[in-house]
């Protein structure tokens, strides 16, 4: 059984996942570029999982604005 906060996660996932569909936003994401080189050694993997992290983190912010 998932926890209310699995279960909010899996929800904005895929809130994010339809808002990207429908709208095909271009998505600029501004990382240090150390960390972009330690997850581009660990794989392509990673550095995209980190860019889906940040983006789903950006869309929280600007829809919990006042």
């Known amino acids: ?4 906060y699995q ?3 899996g929800r904005a996932v895929q809130r994010a996942r339809r808002w990207a569909e429908e709208k095909h936003p271009v998505v600029q ?13 660990q794989g392509a993997g990673e550095l995209v999982r980190e860019a889906g992290l940040q ?6 912010r600007r829809r919990s604005k006042p």
């Open 29 to 41: 994401l501004m990382l240090p570029m150390v960390e972009i080189l330690t997850l581009a050694k």
């Open 55 to 60: 983006l789903i983190l950006w869309q929280w």
């Open 1 to 4: 059984m998932n926890k209310p």
């Open 7 to 9: 279960i909010a996660a």
